[in-house]
């Protein structure tokens, strides 16, 4: 009987070496005579021992990693096949504390099945809530996910259900789904690793949207810097396709629903809703003015649901297992699942799902094992670089959209970036303005003009000019793009910014003589 062997082809695991510890593996199995089968799993998420190989034994799955390709033939003598001791054993991947300590329920397939394979899909629960979808009216399709409390993961957090209803009550000739998956946050690949490891979860989840509001096309707006997920989502889509789960007739419901893959020109802007609806028609990806709302008036101007690819894969367990099922999950009004990625200086990077309410130190300290540098922590950034920075007196902030909001954070997308006492806070704030210069689509004036100004005002104070004077032109210009600002792009610019500058003040204080005035008192 073949052994399985499980290695990832997430682009992360391929980074480091995954195609070619696969291949060494299948030539060392030949030429010992082993019956192996090599399947191309997508990563669990452990990152830090990537490539992690998986073996089946006694339908149990044992992990071995970080393997390097010299590693392969020790591996093989220490009879790793049948689970035997190897220094890279890490013993029943399930009970691996990383992983165990998860509630995985939008990632419960990812790293486990094969991404490609419909029937290893189903088998693990795939299609299910389609099914149940569609002996559903839209009305009690849109009133499951709005029950369920799932909220827009891509940051606003806006009720992804609301959305919906707005769509479907919205009459028109032609309804969209667009998929946003212009994952462009540092420190977040969340979206990365479903479409790489789960595509088919993001396309019933897109399907079930598409049933709940009217709409037969969908588009996919995937980032350019990922190509591989782009090629694994085409891939996806065509075997869908001949499987008979999208086209003109979806399980043989006579309901249609296409859907489409679009690769973005790498712009940052075009994660913005409406820029990347520009986009998507062919234009320069510039911000819209709202209203009318995409709800209304969206793709080709007419009704279109928007939301990022964790919210859509999200959809499919709620249709399966029930709004309530989700919504046991969480706290406060933020319901379910969170799938966390954790980035920066940390020992143990890597997307830990769990119900919100987890604190930042439970992350940082019990899941990422404190800095890779060994150094002590001094500030984390949650929600990419128009996130907040965080110190250490706010690390037992539970992951909840309202706690955040109450501090002057924000969730975004997940993102976890984690920095030592090594990181320069005002630098950090410079590259905050200077993002927002280079990415602005130079639509509006406070976002345009206004993240220049404040690069110029930061190497005023860094260089110990005017202080004070200087700090109050910061907060000023900071004020006016938060109130005037198109979009969220210049809107949230300042939050880096302005929290650098309250938490860590002695980063801007750079005149000779105040530092010692300071140090005196």
Request: proline share 5%.
């Amino acid at each position: 009987m073949s052994t399985r062997i499980f290695v990832p082809g997430d682009s992360s695991a391929l980074s480091v070496g995954a195609d070619e510890v696969a291949e060494r593996i299948a030539a060392e199995a030949t030429r010992r005579k082993l019956d192996v089968t090599i399947v191309r799993n997508g990563s669990r998420g452990l990152y830090w021992l990537e490539p992690m190989v998986e073996v089946e034994v006694k339908g149990e799955r044992i992990a071995f990693g970080p393997v390097a390709v010299d590693d392969v033939a020790g591996l093989f003598d220490g009879k790793f096949l049948t689970g035997g001791a190897h220094q890279l054993r890490q013993g029943p991947t399930e009970e691996i504390p990383y992983l165990k300590k998860q509630q995985r329920l939008t990632f419960a397939r990812c790293g486990i099945t094969d991404p490609l394979s419909l029937d290893d899909y189903q088998a693990h629960g795939g299609y299910r809530g389609l099914k149940r979808g569609l002996g559903l009216a839209p009305d009690a399709i849109v009133k499951e996910v709005i029950d369920s409390g799932l909220r827009g993961r891509g940051g606003a957090g806006f009720p992804t259900g609301i959305k919906w209803r707005t769509v479907l009550a919205t009459p028109a000739d032609q309804k969209y789904i667009v998929c946003n998956a212009d994952e462009g946050d540092s420190g977040t690949y969340s979206d990365r690793m479903i479409m790489e490891g789960d595509p088919f979860v993001l396309i019933e989840g897109m399907t079930i949207a598409g049933l709940a509001v009217g709409a037969t096309e969908g588009y996919i707006y995937i980032r350019s810097e990922y190509p591989h997920a782009f090629r694994q989502m085409n891939r996806a889509i065509e075997i869908a396709l001949e499987g008979g789960f999208l086209g003109a007739n979806v399980m043989g419901s006579g309901r249609a629903f296409r859907l489409h893959t679009r690769l973005g020109a790498g712009a940052y802007i075009c994660g913005e809703e409406t820029s990347l609806l520009e986009s998507l028609e062919g234009k320069r990806g510039q911000v819209r003015p709202k209203p009318p709302l995409p709800a209304i008036e969206g793709l080709f101007g007419k009704p279109t649901v928007i939301n990022n690819v964790i919210s859509l894969a999200s959809v499919p367990i709620i249709l399966d297992r029930g709004a309530e099922f989700y919504r046991d999950f969480g706290m406060g009004r933020s319901r379910g699942t969170l799938p966390i990625q954790l980035a920066g200086n940390i020992k143990r990077g890597g997307l830990i799902e769990l119900a919100f309410g987890i604190t930042l130190r439970q992350l940082i300290d019990e899941f990422g094992g404190g800095t890779a540098s060994g150094r002590a922590f001094r500030a984390v950034q949650v929600g990419g670089p128009l996130g907040a920075y965080f110190p250490t007196s706010l690390l037992d902030t539970p992951l909840d959209y309202e706690a955040f909001a109450a501090l002057k954070g924000m969730l975004g997308h997940g993102g976890v970036v984690v920095f030592d006492d090594s990181v320069d806070l005002a630098q950090q704030a410079r590259f905050a303005m200077e993002f927002c210069a280079i990415e602005s689509c130079g639509k509006c004036t406070p976002c345009r003009i206004g993240s220049t100004r404040g690069v110029e005002v930061i190497d005023r104070i860094v260089a110990g000019t005017d202080v004070d004077k200087n700090l109050t032109v910061l907060d000023d210009l900071c004020e006016t793009m938060i109130d005037g600002s198109l979009c969220a792009l210049g809107g949230l610019t300042p939050f880096p910014v302005l929290s650098a500058v309250k938490h860590f003040p002695e980063d801007f204080d750079r005149a000779p003589s105040r530092r010692r005035t300071r140090s005196a008192a």
